[in-house]
């Protein structure tokens, strides 16, 4: 009697470690997709988010040398900054994230929306797009190994 007792504490608490484990993880997660949108003003910080092997897939191009596709976006960023005369700021907003966990590896859905305010010139809002975000869980933390960027139907 006394061994089945104490089984059935040990798989209980068991189960409910793995219960707030997971909920922890689907909690960093979605911290990362927040960071993912709240850091698109700072491509060096976003950076850090990504796996060194990270895959970039949008517009039909597949990139998967990650610190060219970095290097090529700040490079970017700077030349069209440098023709508006200054900064230009992002606005992005996450919306409904679904994210889901499968061991060391979680995948995160959501819808981003851009609003784009360049230096001298007048804003303009990006049509939504469906982001989908392949992370793996490494000692220091989550990083992001594949992102697939895909237009709303209709745009």
């Known amino acids: ?27 960093d997660v979605t911290k990362v997709v927040q960071q993912y949108g709240d850091l698109e003003n700072d491509l060096a910080a976003q950076a850090k988010l990504m796996h060194p092997d990270r ?5 039909g191009i597949r990139q998967t040398d990650e610190a060219k596709n970095m290097a090529n976006q700040i490079t970017g960023r700077k030349a069209g900054e440098s023709l508006n005369g200054g900064k230009t700021n992002f606005v992005t907003m996450i919306e409904d994230p679904v994210v889901s966990i499968h061991g060391k590896t979680a995948v995160a859905s959501f819808l ?8 001298n010139k007048p ?14 869980k490494e ?4 990083l992001i190994m594949h992102t697939h960027i895909s237009p709303l139907a209709g745009n």
Do not use: E
């Open 55 to 59: 895959i970039y897939i949008s517009g």
């Open 112 to 119: 981003r929306w851009w609003h784009v305010y360049p230096h």
């Open 139 to 142: 000692k220091s933390g989550w």
């Open 1 to 27: 009697m006394k061994f089945n007792t104490i089984t059935a504490i040990l798989i209980l608490a068991g189960l409910l470690f793995s219960i707030n484990t997971l909920a922890d993880d689907v909690s």
């Open 123 to 136: 804003s303009d809002m990006s049509p939504p797009t469906w982001v989908t975000l392949v992370l793996v």
